[in-house]
C-alpha cells in the first residue's frame, strides 16, 4: 500500500495505543509521517507497538498513561513535547471494558470506572493536550466512540452511555476550539474483529460468522479500517470536518437487519 504523507512534520499522542484498534491507528499515523508518542495503560504495550512503528524506519516513543488521573495525562503530554517538540494531533483510544449487567447487577465502582476511563479520560488528556495544539498552530482531536453510541443494546449500560455522551462532548470540544484551529470528531467503529471484541463471541472465527451478517457489508471492521478513518480525520484531507461523527460500521446503524445465507439482506 502506498502511504500519502499527508501527516508529515505532525506529532501525535495516542492512548490506549497498546491495543489493536490503537496500535493499528499509531502504525498508520507513522507511516503517513507524523511522529508518533504510544501511550497505553501497559508500558510494555505501549512500547511493543513504537518499537513496530520503529521497526519500519519511522519515528515513535512510548509512555505509560492512565487516563482516569490528570497527572498521569499531563505527565504523557509533557513527555511528548519533550520527545518531539511540539503536540498537534490526539487520538483517544483507551476504552474500559465491563460485564453485562443492568442497574441491579453492575456495581457502581463499575459504572464509574466506564465514566472515568471513556469519557472523563478524554477529558482529561485533551485538557493538557490543547493548550499544546493552540501553541503548534492548530491540530485535530480524534476520539474513538462506538456504534453503541447510536444504538442500545440490553446490558450494555455503562458502554453505550459513555459512548453517547463521547459523541457529544466531542461535539462541543470543536466548537470551543475552532478558533484556534483545532478540529475534534469522533469515530463509531462498528464490530471490529480483535481478540478483545471476539471474547464475548468465542473467538475471533465465531465472532466473524455471527457478527458479519449483522452488517450490511457482510463483515466485520478491520483495524485498518478505523487506522485509515483516523488518518483521514487528523489530515489535511479533513481540514473542513469538525464536530461530526465518522460512522465506519459497514452499514450496521443504517442497517439493523441481517445478511441471509442468500447474501441478501433482510429485516
Known amino acids: 500500500m502506498t ?15 497498546g491495543g ?26 505501549a512500547e511493543a507497538a513504537a518499537n513496530a512503528i520503529r521497526a519500519q524506519g519511522l519515528e515513535a516513543g512510548s509512555v505509560q498513561i492512565d487516563v482516569r488521573f490528570e497527572d498521569s495525562a499531563k505527565a504523557a503530554v509533557e513527555k511528548t513535547i519533550g520527545t518531539f ?7 483517544n483510544v483507551a476504552a474500559a471494558v465491563t460485564p453485562d449487567g ?5 456495581s457502581l465502582e463499575l459504572w464509574e470506572n466506564a465514566i472515568r476511563v471513556n469519557l472523563t479520560g478524554a477529558f482529561i488528556m485533551c485538557k493538557y493536550a ?12 480524534v476520539n474513538i466512540a462506538s456504534q453503541l453510541g447510536h444504538l442500545s443494546v440490553a446490558g450494555r449500560s455503562p458502554y453505550c452511555t459513555t459512548k453517547a455522551a463521547l459523541i457529544k462532548y466531542t461535539e462541543v470540544l470543536a466548537m470551543d476550539y475552532a478558533r484556534d484551529n483545532i478540529r475534534a470528531n469522533t469515530i463509531s467503529p462498528g464490530f471490529i474483529l480483535t481478540e478483545r471484541s471476539s471474547r464475548r463471541s468465542g473467538g475471533k472465527e465465531n465472532a466473524s460468522r455471527i457478527q458479519g451478517p449483522k452488517h450490511l457489508l457482510n463483515r466485520p471492521g478491520s483495524v485498518e479500517d478505523i487506522a485509515a478513518g483516523a488518518a483521514y480525520l487528523a489530515s489535511d484531507d479533513a ?3 469538525t464536530g461530526t461523527d465518522l460512522l465506519i460500521d459497514g452499514g450496521y446503524v443504517t442497517f439493523k437487519g441481517v445478511i441471509g445465507p442468500d447474501g441478501k439482506p433482510t429485516m
Do not use: W
Open 130 to 141: 490543547t493548550p499544546q495544539m493552540r501553541k503548534a498552530g492548530g491540530g485535530a482531536i
Open 20 to 45: 489493536e484498534i490503537g496500535c493499528a491507528i499509531a502504525l498508520r499515523l507513522a507511516r503517513e509521517g507524523a511522529r508518533v508518542m504510544v501511550g497505553d495503560l501497559y508500558h510494555d504495550k
Open 85 to 91: 517538540g511540539s503536540l498537534t494531533t490526539l487520538v
Open 102 to 106: 443492568n442497574a441491579e447487577t453492575l
Open 239 to 241: 481540514a473542513f470536518v
Open 3 to 17: 502511504y500519502l504523507g499527508r501527516l508529515t512534520g505532525r506529532v501525535a499522542l495516542i492512548t490506549g495505543g
